[in-house]
C-alpha cells in the first residue's frame, strides 16, 4: 500500500448520525436505519506480470489524493452511502436514505469541503414531522455537542478499501482486473471499517472473510466486496464499496446564493439529540 488512507470511520459515522436524527424525529413527532447488496466493476485491465504481487497491484489502485473526482457507493449490513469525492479540493458530497422506522423515513446529505459542512435533511411518512430548509444548511460546529459527529473529509478512500485490503492474508488475480482473496477483518484499521464490536464477534471467521474485487481498464479500484458472515445476531451479509466515474464526475464547489442558507435552531436540536 502507497499511502495509509482515511480513518476508516465514515460509513459507522454517518450511520450513527441518521439514526439518532431519526430517535429525535421520532419523540418530536410523538411517536415512538441497508440490506445486503451487490456491485460490478467494469471493464478489464491487462494482466498484471507475473512477478508483480497481486496483493500489492491491488492495493495500488485503490484511490489517493491524487485521484480526479469520482463518484462512490457503499453498503453494510445496515447503511447504503453514495455521492461524489473530489481529493484536489478535500471535499465529498455523501448522500443516505435510512430505512422507515416507525412509519417515518429519514433522507440526509452531507456536502463537506476541507473544514466546512453542509446538511440537507427531510422527514416524511408522517404528519407533524420536523421541516427543514431545503437548501443547503450550512452548519456551525461550534453549536453541535460533538463535531466529530459529522462528516469530514479524511481521505479518498472512504469507503476504506485500502485499510481492508492492506489486511488480506491471500489475494489471487484470476483474470484481467479480477481479484479475489481472504482478508482478516480481526484488527486494526480492518476492524474500524466494521460496525463497533462486529469483529470481536466474528472469533475465528473474521479472520478468513473472502473477498472479490473489480479494477478498470484506467486501472482504479472500481469495486470492493466483502462476504461477511453471520456473528451473534448479525446475519450474513455484504460489504460493498464501488468507486466510479473518475473521468466524468463534477468537481465539488460550495454552494452559494440561493442554494444556501444558515442552518436553523431545529438543525442543531436533531444533530445534537
Request: net charge negative; hydrophobic share 40%.
Amino acid at each position: 500500500m502507497t499511502q495509509r488512507i482515511g480513518t476508516a470511520a465514515t460509513i459507522r459515522r454517518v450511520a450513527g448520525i441518521a439514526t439518532a436524527v431519526l430517535a429525535a424525529t421520532a419523540l418530536s413527532a410523538g411517536c415512538g436505519t441497508i440490506k445486503d447488496g451487490a456491485s460490478t466493476g467494469a471493464g478489464s485491465t491487462p494482466a498484471a506480470s507475473p512477478s508483480v504481487d497481486p496483493k500489492q497491484a491491488l492495493l495500488a489502485t485503490v484511490p489517493d489524493e491524487a485521484t480526479s473526482a469520482f463518484r462512490f457507493t457503499g453498503k453494510d449490513a445496515s447503511t447504503s452511502l453514495s455521492g461524489r469525492i473530489d481529493p484536489a479540493s478535500k471535499a465529498l458530497e455523501m448522500n443516505m436514505v435510512m430505512p422507515p422506522e416507525d412509519g417515518i423515513t429519514v433522507k440526509m446529505s452531507f456536502l463537506v469541503i476541507e473544514d466546512k459542512v453542509w446538511m440537507k435533511a427531510k422527514f416524511s411518512g408522517k404528519p407533524g414531522l420536523p421541516k427543514l430548509p431545503e437548501k443547503w444548511m450550512a452548519l456551525d460546529k461550534a453549536k453541535l455537542t460533538d463535531a466529530s459527529g459529522v462528516p469530514s473529509y479524511d481521505g479518498a478512500d472512504q469507503g476504506n478499501a485500502g485499510p481492508l485490503l492492506d489486511a488480506a492474508t491471500s489475494v489471487e488475480q484470476q483474470g484481467a482486473g479480477k481479484y479475489a482473496g481472504f482478508i482478516d477483518v480481526t484488527g486494526g484499521e480492518a476492524a474500524k471499517a466494521l460496525d463497533d464490536g462486529e469483529a470481536a464477534a466474528l472469533g475465528e471467521a473474521g479472520k478468513h472473510v473472502p473477498f472479490t474485487a473489480q479494477v478498470g481498464p484506467d486501472g482504479h479500484l472500481t469495486s470492493l466486496v466483502l462476504e461477511m458472515p453471520a456473528a451473534g445476531k448479525q446475519k450474513a451479509y455484504q460489504y460493498v464499496v464501488a468507486y466510479t466515474d473518475f473521468d466524468s464526475t463534477e468537481k465539488i464547489t460550495a454552494p452559494t446564493g440561493s442554494a444556501v442558507t444558515k442552518a436553523p435552531s431545529l438543525a442543531y436540536e436533531l444533530l445534537n439529540g
